[in-house]
């Protein structure tokens, strides 16, 4: 995370990173209480070191499981029973600055390992053009 405090004093601007990839190019002003409270939400599901989920094999396989869920809205059955379980750990979830991001955090023991995709969208947030 990289916090512009300078531009405005009734917004958090905060551009989000996830592996070197900037998720939230589109829109970056984050109502200060909203991302606090979400980032002790997401804080307090990691802090103590837990076990992989159920189905959990590596980051994308897991990823991959999980966006199935997204996609099963005609109820196609598409959906696995892990798929359901990964879904469990989306991250990112923080309002409208990170709605083009699909995002999720897998712990593993001590370590939490985080998968993304950028969805189609966004548009120009302080002078930086979106990306897929």
Request: aromatic letters at 12%.
């Given at each position: 995370?990289?916090?512009?405090?300078?531009?405005?004093?009734?917004?958090?601007?905060?551009?989000?990173?996830?592996?070197?990839?900037?998720?939230?190019?589109?829109?970056?002003?984050?109502?200060?209480?909203?991302?606090?409270?979400?980032?002790?939400?997401?804080?307090?599901?990691?802090?103590p070191?837990?076990?992989?989920?159920?189905?959990?094999?590596?980051?994308?396989?897991?990823?991959?499981?999980?966006?199935?869920?997204?996609?099963?809205?005609?109820?196609?059955?598409?959906?696995?029973?892990?798929?359901?379980?990964?879904?469990?750990?989306?991250?990112?979830?923080?309002?409208?600055?990170t709605?083009?991001?699909?995002?999720?955090?897998?712990?593993?023991?001590?370590?939490?390992?985080?998968?993304?995709?950028?969805?189609?969208?966004?548009?120009?947030?302080?002078?930086?053009?979106?990306?897929?």
């Open positions: 995370m990289e916090f512009h405090v300078e531009h405005d004093p009734e917004l958090l601007c905060v551009d989000v990173f996830v592996g070197g990839l900037h998720v939230n190019t589109w829109d970056n002003a984050f109502l200060p209480p909203l991302l606090a409270k979400k980032l002790k939400d997401e804080l307090s599901r990691f802090r070191p837990t076990a992989p989920p159920a189905g959990f094999v590596s980051p994308l396989e897991a990823f991959h499981l999980a966006e199935d869920c997204m996609f099963d809205d005609a109820g196609t059955g598409a959906a696995s029973e892990a798929g359901l379980e990964l879904w469990k750990y989306q991250f990112l979830d923080w309002g409208e600055c709605d083009e991001v699909l995002a999720f955090a897998f712990p593993d023991g001590d370590r939490v390992h985080l998968a993304c995709r950028v969805r189609d969208g966004g548009g120009v947030a302080w002078g930086t053009e979106a990306r897929r």
